[in-house]
C-alpha cells in the first residue's frame, strides 16, 4: 500500500509540541520528515527523561522522522537551509517572527529558495494583537482563555496536566498542511499556514465565551461537578474513584431507575427541578450526593459493571500504571512497544488514535537519535564527505 503522503518532504524546525507534533501526523501518514534539530539537541529532546539521553515527550512525538543537527542562523547553515527547502514541500517551525526572521526562516526568506513551499507555523498569541510578539507556552493559553478559571475551585485554579492546547495547536496546524498541499494540487500555489496557541485555546472554550456574552452568566468553577447536566461528576468507591456522566433526558431515565426512589428522596422523573440538563446542573449537588452515596456502597469494577449495563457512562480514575495494564486499552493496539537506543525497555509510543480501512498509517522508523542522520540527509543533497566534514569542523552541523 502506498503512504497517503509519501513523496511530500516536510522540514521540522519546530519546538516542543505545537510544531513537531504537526510533523509527527504528517510523518504518520508516509511523508518524508526531517527534523532539525540544533547542534546540542533541541528542548524538547530531554524532559523526563527515561534514559538513553532521551526524555518521553521526544520519544512521542519523533516516531517516523529523520533528524539532522544544524546551525541555520550561520552563513554556510543558511546555505544549507537553502538546499534543504529547496528539495521541501512543507517547513515547520513554531517560533515568534523576529526569531524566524533572525533565522532566516521567515516565508519571505523560504519563498526565495522555493515560491511554493508551504510554510507552517504557530505562536502563543497569533500574529496581530498587543501581545502577538511575546512568547507562550500551553499553560499561557489555558489561563488566558477561561479554561483554568473554569477548571478547579472558585479561589484556586487549575492547570490541565495534559497539554491539550499544544497538541490541539499542532492538529489544526496538521489539518490546514493537508489543506495546503491540496490547494497547491489544483493552484500550484504554496502558502503560509499560521497557528496559535491562545487561539486553539479559545475555540475549545467557545461554548463557554457564547454562553457568557449572551447571557451574561458568570459561572464559578466547581471542581469535577458538571454544570449543564448530573451526575456528572467524580465519585469514591470502596477502592477508588470513577467519572460518571449522564447527559440527556433518556440517560437521565436509565439512571433514576437505577437509583430507586427512596423515602425522602426528590422525585428524580417529576420534580420540576430536574426536567432538563440545564436544571439538572444548577441542581447538580443534590444529584451528585445520591450518586456519591450509591458508588460509597459498591467497588468499582462492581459499578463499571452495572452502570454499562444501564448504558450510562462511566469509567475509573487510573494512574498511568493503570493506563498500560487495562484490557481496553491493550486491546486497542494503540501503544505500539518502540526500540530506542539505551532505553531499559521499548517505548509505549501511541500510534495516530484513527482507524482507517484504507490509509491506515504503519510505523517505518523509531525516533532519532540526536543527528543521526545528519549525514545521509545532506549527501542526498549533493554534500560530499570532505564538505561534510568542513561543516561539522566549523560547528555547523
Not at 504528517?26 to 533541541?42: N, Q, T
Not at 510554510?119 to 499561557?140: E, I, K, Q
Request: with cysteine; charged share 20%; glycine share 10%.
Amino acid at each position: 500500500m502506498t503512504a497517503l503522503l509519501q513523496g511530500v518532504r516536510v522540514l521540522d524546525f519546530g519546538r516542543y509540541i505545537a510544531g513537531p507534533y504537526c510533523g509527527t501526523l504528517l510523518a504518520e501518514y508516509g511523508a518524508d520528515v526531517i527534523r532539525v534539530e540544533k547542534r546540542g539537541g533541541s528542548e524538547d529532546r530531554f524532559p523526563a527523561q527515561v534514559g538513553g539521553g532521551v526524555g518521553a515527550l521526544f520519544l512521542m512525538i519523533n516516531r517516523n522522522k529523520r533528524t539532522i543537527t544544524l546551525d541555520p542562523a550561520s552563513p554556510a547553515g543558511r546555505a544549507v537551509v537553502a538546499r534543504l527547502v529547496r528539495s521541501a514541500d512543507v517547513v515547520i517551525a513554531n517560533m515568534p517572527a523576529a526569531t524566524l526572521k533572525a533565522a532566516g526562516l521567515d516565508y519571505d526568506t523560504l519563498r526565495g529558495y522555493r515560491d511554493d513551499i508551504i510554510f507552517v507555523t504557530n505562536t502563543a498569541y497569533g500574529p496581530v494583537g498587543p501581545l502577538s510578539g511575546h512568547v507562550g507556552f500551553d499553560g499561557v493559553a489555558q489561563a488566558m482563555s477561561g479554561a483554568m478559571y473554569m477548571t478547579g475551585q472558585p479561589d484556586e485554579p487549575y492547570r490541565a496536566a495534559v497539554t491539550w492546547v499544544d497538541f490541539g495547536t499542532a492538529l489544526h496546524c496538521a489539518f490546514g498542511t493537508m489543506a495546503a498541499l491540496m490547494e497547491r494540487q489544483k493552484t500550484g500555489k504554496g502558502q503560509m499556514v499560521t497557528g496559535a496557541l491562545l487561539a486553539t485555546a479559545v475555540t475549545f472554550t467557545n461554548p463557554a465565551l457564547i454562553e457568557q456574552a449572551i447571557t451574561q452568566i458568570n459561572r464559578v468553577p466547581t471542581g469535577n461537578r458538571g454544570q449543564t447536566s448530573g451526575p456528572m461528576d467524580v465519585f469514591s468507591t470502596r477502592d477508588g474513584k470513577v467519572q460518571v456522566a449522564v447527559t440527556g433526558n433518556p440517560l437521565f431515565k436509565r439512571w433514576a431507575k437505577l437509583m430507586g426512589q427512596a423515602p425522602g428522596e426528590p422525585q428524580w422523573l417529576d420534580a420540576p427541578r430536574f426536567k432538563d440538563d440545564d436544571d439538572r446542573g444548577r441542581h447538580g449537588p443534590i444529584i451528585s450526593e445520591r450518586m456519591a452515596r450509591w458508588c460509597a456502597e459498591r467497588g468499582t469494577d462492581a459499578i463499571i459493571a452495572i452502570l454499562g449495563d444501564a448504558m450510562i457512562p462511566c469509567a475509573p480514575v487510573l494512574s498511568p500504571q493503570q493506563v498500560l495494564d487495562h484490557p481496553q486499552v491493550q486491546a486497542l493496539g494503540l501503544l505500539q512497544a518502540t526500540d530506542y537506543p539505551g532505553l531499559p525497555a521499548p517505548a509505549p509510543i501511541a500510534a495516530v488514535p484513527l482507524w482507517m480501512t484504507e490509509t491506515q498509517p504503519v510505523p517505518r522508523l523509531r525516533p532519532p537519535t540526536l543527528g543521526e542522520h545528519t549525514d545521509a540527509v545532506l549527501t542526498e543533497l549533493g554534500y560530499s564527505a570532505a564538505e561534510l566534514a568542513a561543516l561539522r569542523r566549523d560547528g555547523v552541523i
